[in-house]
């Protein structure tokens, strides 16, 4: 299968030391009854959320869907179907090529600040990260966690190097540290970094740290898109 990794359980620094990584069955216990009642508490509370977006994804842009399904590369490599609320045209994947010369990220990430295919409701909800509320779903369902690095494409998984396809030995999140450090303002090195750091550290700790800080820049994130 596509971006297929072996469930290894060390992490390879750049310099060679081989780090164990946190798969201790008691913290993914917890980790994952975090994620089930996270995300249905989130579920519940942002349900008129939900409704009145979806409203206004329909008023603005009709002629598209409310929920943009896009495969991502999950644990060890596995594909499944991310949700998020539609921010762009319809035909925005149809567009992307003629774009790719105004990439304003490295490696192989593609990411502009002021994209113009995002809808007017696409660019509100990104700014305030709502776009990815749907989420919860794929958390709920076991695809994701609530914190661990974000998933990639599978484009984007064909250019990593092995030690960048280490950043697939855990489950992604909707959070971890590429989110509360910066996100765009941060190079792709960096974010490959930063998500190793957080799978050499991880634990419960961590993941509430990471979860807080996540609330305080959840608005007007101005690196958000």
């Known amino acids: 299968m596509q971006g297929k990794v072996s469930d290894k359980k060390v992490l390879m ?4 030391v081989a780090i164990d990584i946190n798969n201790n069955k008691v913290y ?9 009642v996270g995300s249905i508490f989130a579920l519940i509370v942002f349900s008129p959320i939900f409704l009145i977006v979806s409203i206004l994804i329909k008023i603005d842009s009709p002629e598209g869907g409310i929920i943009f399904a896009q ?3 999950g644990l060890n490599g596995e594909i499944f179907k991310m949700y998020k ?3 762009m045209v319809p035909n925005a994947e149809e567009l992307l090529d003629d774009l790719k010369h105004k990439n304003e990220m490295d490696g192989p990430v593609f990411k502009i600040k002021d994209d113009p295919r995002l809808t007017r409701v696409g660019r509100i909800i990104r700014k ?24 990639p494409i599978p484009k984007e998984v064909e250019a990593y190097s092995a030690y960048e396809m280490q950043r697939l030995y855990v489950k992604p999140g909707l959070t971890c540290y590429w989110q509360i450090g910066g996100r765009n ?7 490959m970094e930063l998500d190793l750091k957080y799978i050499s550290e991880r634990s419960m700790l961590v993941d509430i740290k990471i979860i807080l800080k ?4 959840l608005f007007g994130d101005k690196n958000a898109s």
């Not at 620094?13 to 060679?16: D, I, L, Q, R, S």
């Not at 993914?28 to 089930?36: G, S, T, Y």
């Not at 996540?214 to 820049?217: D, M, P, Y």
């Open 13 to 16: 620094t750049k310099t060679n």
């Open 28 to 36: 993914l216990f917890f980790k994952r009854l975090l994620d089930i």
């Open 71 to 73: 495969d991502r590369n």
């Open 85 to 87: 609320f539609r921010s």
């Open 128 to 151: 305030f990260s709502i776009d990815e509320f749907p989420q919860f779903v794929n958390v709920l369902k076991g695809e994701m966690s609530l914190v661990g690095p974000r998933p």
């Open 185 to 191: 303002s941060i190079g792709f090195d960096e974010w």
């Open 214 to 217: 996540t609330i305080k820049k």
